[in-house]
């Protein structure tokens, strides 16, 4: 099956600064890639996508890109944001469920 | 809210019990899905189900069982509870099973084995 890594498991970035979040993949057959946010005690939520015949996409504070050859994609978040602390999770999806990257905790120091 | 709940919230059991946890669905979505969540591993999946009486195994799937009898019921049963199921278990669903289709979480149960 799919495997995802997930780098780095904590990230620590001051107020405004850019934090960016790396996954890869096994299986060049997986083609859509959702990004989840989980607060503390609450449930992951998606905050946003991208399919294998895009190379980035944005949202606004928030962009992800997606390299098919290297099999890795990454999650860019911008001018942080306190609000922004939690983990973030990447996945993969596979034949009818996603694989989870470990996740990222992300604390961002006001 | 989402259109799923996750009953119960918070459980304490001990061990050799068994334990049975409900995921409740409004959206009529085709699959469901049981994760557990744990410190270091991500969320790893139990098992799914791809419609009423279908399911399969995820790659945690020892030690747990699952059923769904109708569409907005998917049931997960620990038949033997140990302490190393204690954890955070939480439903998903979702529309389709090909791109595009993401999941939505449930709130998620809280287990702990004593």
């Known amino acids: 099956g799919e495997n995802v890594e997930q780098h780095p498991s904590t990230l620590s970035v001051q107020e405004g600064d850019s934090a960016v979040i790396k996954c890869t993949y096994s299986?060049?057959?997986?083609?859509?890639f959702p990004w989840y946010k989980q607060e503390l005690g609450k449930r992951p939520q998606l905050i946003i996508d991208i399919r294998s015949n895009v190379g980035e996409k944005k949202d606004q504070r928030i962009a992800v890109t997606l390299n098919k050859t290297a099999k890795h994609f990454s999650l860019h978040i911008t001018e942080t944001q306190p609000e922004d602390s939690a983990v973030y999770f990447c996945a993969a999806r596979g034949f009818n469920k996603f694989y989870f990257g470990s996740g990222t905790k992300l604390n961002v120091k006001p | 809210d989402a259109g799923i709940t996750q009953s119960p919230r918070h459980k304490v059991t001990e061990t050799g019990t068994p334990v049975t946890l409900r995921c409740h669905q409004t959206?009529?979505?085709?699959?469901m899905y049981w994760y557990r969540q744990d410190p270091g591993h991500g969320l790893r999946l139990i098992h799914y189900?791809?419609?009423?009486?279908?399911?399969d195994k995820g790659e945690v799937s020892d030690g747990y069982s699952v059923s769904r009898s109708k569409t907005e019921d998917f049931l997960l049963t620990l038949e033997s509870a140990t302490s190393s199921q204690t954890s955070v278990y939480f439903c998903?669903?979702?529309?389709?099973?090909?791109?595009?289709?993401?999941?939505?979480f449930g709130s998620g149960t809280r287990l702990t084995v004593v």
């Open positions: 299986d060049s057959a997986s083609n859509y």
């Open positions: 189900s791809y419609g009423v009486k279908d399911t």
């Open positions: 998903a669903i979702s529309e389709g099973g090909g791109t595009g289709y993401g999941y939505t």
């Open positions: 959206e009529n979505h085709r699959y």
